[in-house]
């Protein structure tokens, strides 16, 4: 074996030919190691990288939703900040359902932050602590979220029947609104919990509420409502004094 290893190093070193062929073959099985290495350390870095995705996307949807403010490196100039979070827990089989997300009051997160994905809304936040906010979900029977046409000022409210969680309903809608199928809904932007124009779903049917006063809609969410991993947290930093301007009109009142 000692003299086979030698006469095939000498028969290497003295043949163009035989050199060749065997760095080639050296060549291809590092190459073939490298890449099983590089998937390896791709697969394990996957969660990283679609983290800096994420937060990617919080900072263009600030620049959409701020796009009448300059973006500066003071985030509170900003009306709306978008903080990520990943959702831990999530019911949607009950009638009142609820979702828990990894951030809380340290990451400032606060009561009535509106909770949404890249395809629509999911919910309002209900309570936190330090690390965790409890999420009101919008498969709720309490849900009472302003929403409008998306091409026109028509408004209703969405409301969950407790059947399918895919799907939710709209009641108090204008009769003389141009409802057709297929026409998207999207937050109003009367609140200060979300802004206007966050998706929530597309009319799959209408007709007259009982007292043919307006319309009840029923609309198909854009979201999977049984299938959430990443939001966004909705931060108005105007809501304070927002809400402090309503509730003084309020005791006026």
Do not use: C
Not at 110 to 124: E, H, N, P, R, S
Not at 181 to 202: Q, Y
């Amino acid at each position: 074996m000692v003299l086979f290893g030698i006469s095939f190093v000498l028969t290497i070193q003295s043949h163009s030919f035989h050199k060749s062929k065997f760095v080639s073959s050296a060549n291809f099985f590092s190459g073939g190691l490298y890449a099983i290495k590089n998937n390896i350390v791709d697969y394990f870095h996957l969660k990283e990288e679609n983290q800096k995705l994420i937060e990617e996307n919080a900072r263009l949807r600030e620049a959409v939703f701020n796009k009448n403010s300059v973006l500066k490196e003071d985030t509170t100039a900003l009306k709306y900040q978008f903080i990520t979070a990943e959702v831990i827990n999530n019911s949607y089989s009950k009638s009142n359902n609820k979702l828990t997300i990894n951030k809380g009051s340290k990451d400032s997160i606060l009561q009535d932050m509106g909770v949404i994905t890249t395809k629509g809304i999911v919910g309002i936040v209900e309570d936190t602590s330090k690390n965790y906010a409890v999420v009101q979900s919008i498969l709720n029977s309490q849900s009472r979220i302003f929403l409008k046409l998306k091409n026109t000022n028509h408004f209703g409210f969405l409301t969950w029947d407790m059947q399918d969680p895919n799907t939710v309903q709209v009641i108090d809608f204008p009769p003389l609104a141009p409802v057709k199928k297929g026409d998207t809904l999207v937050t109003g932007g009367n609140s200060a919990i979300f802004p206007e124009g966050i998706l929530v779903g597309a009319i799959t049917d209408f007709s007259f509420s009982k007292n043919e006063n307006d319309y009840f809609l029923t609309v198909k969410l854009f979201n999977d409502m049984t299938n959430l991993n990443y939001v966004y947290i909705i931060k108005n930093n105007h809501y304070t004094e927002i809400k402090t301007l309503e509730n003084n009109l309020n005791d006026a009142e």
